[in-house]
């Protein structure tokens, strides 16, 4: 069992920076790949960005890719998104997620947290 907390959300100008946490809870969640997912308003959920369990390993959406940065601390149990040069597109509820293995298709994890809201203003 895994239990993820996400934190860091908030209102920001467009251009400007927030680092998301995904904090979790249980012995394995060093063997867990882990990933970001966001949904807008009326929208589906949206894949963003995964990291492999060791970290070794990332993938990125097309839409983040070089502004976006996942990273992990399995020492502290958690999980990074470091999103710089926002954009008003970007507002959405973050989610992190876990899986065994990275992918993109949300139907693939197992655990999820409840979600951070980030707002990015223009």
Not at 30 to 47: G, H, I, L
Not at 62 to 83: C, E, H, P
Request: aromatic share 12%; net charge neutral; charged share 20%.
């Amino acid at each position: 069992q895994v239990r993820l907390v996400e934190s860091g959300g908030g209102l920001v100008q467009a251009g400007g920076s927030l680092r998301l946490s995904c904090a979790a809870s249980g012995r394995t969640f060093d063997t867990y790949a882990v990933a970001w997912f966001r949904q807008a308003p009326e929208k589906e959920r949206d894949f963003v960005t995964a990291i492999s369990w060791s970290g070794s390993s990332t993938h990125s959406a097309d839409s983040v890719k070089g502004r976006f940065t996942i990273s992990r601390d399995n020492a502290k149990n958690t999980v990074y998104l470091q999103m710089n040069s926002l954009k008003p597109e970007d507002t959405a509820v973050y989610y992190c997620a876990a899986a065994p293995r990275e992918h993109w298709s949300p139907d693939e994890y197992d655990y999820w947290g409840q979600g951070t809201q980030v707002t990015v203003s223009s």
